[in-house]
Nanobody, 119 residues
């Protein structure tokens, strides 16, 4: 079992930056692939980006590519989402997810942290 807790959300203005953290506990964090997702009001949850267990490979949704960066520190059991040049359309609840397999749906999810970007 893995427990995930997101933090770092808040209210910012368009163009600002924010860094989210996802702290994991319960099992060996380094063996898990991790991902970030978000859900805006009235919309379905969407993929933001992911990172392999080693941190060597990342991929992003086109909507955030070039603005968001995912990283992880396995020694601290923490994954990060650095968000730059934020836009009002980035407003959403952001969730982190983890899974021990190499592909397929993520098994573990955090409770989410709210990010609100004002124009």
């Amino acid at each position: 079992q893995v427990a995930l807790v997101e933090s770092g959300g808040g209210l910012v203005q368009a163009g600002d930056s924010l860094r989210l953290s996802c702290a994991a506990s319960g099992r060996t964090f380094s063996g898990y692939r991790m991902g970030w997702f978000r859900q805006a009001p009235g919309k379905e949850r969407e993929f933001v980006g992911r990172i392999t267990w080693s941190g060597g490979i990342t991929s992003y949704a086109d909507t955030v590519k070039g603005r968001f960066t995912i990283s992880r520190d396995n020694a601290k059991n923490t994954m990060y989402l650095q968000m730059n040049r934020l836009k009002p359309e980035d407003t959403a609840v952001y969730y982190c997810a983890a899974d021990s397999r190499t592909s397929g749906p993520y098994e573990y999810w955090g409770q989410g942290t709210q990010v609100t970007v004002s124009s």
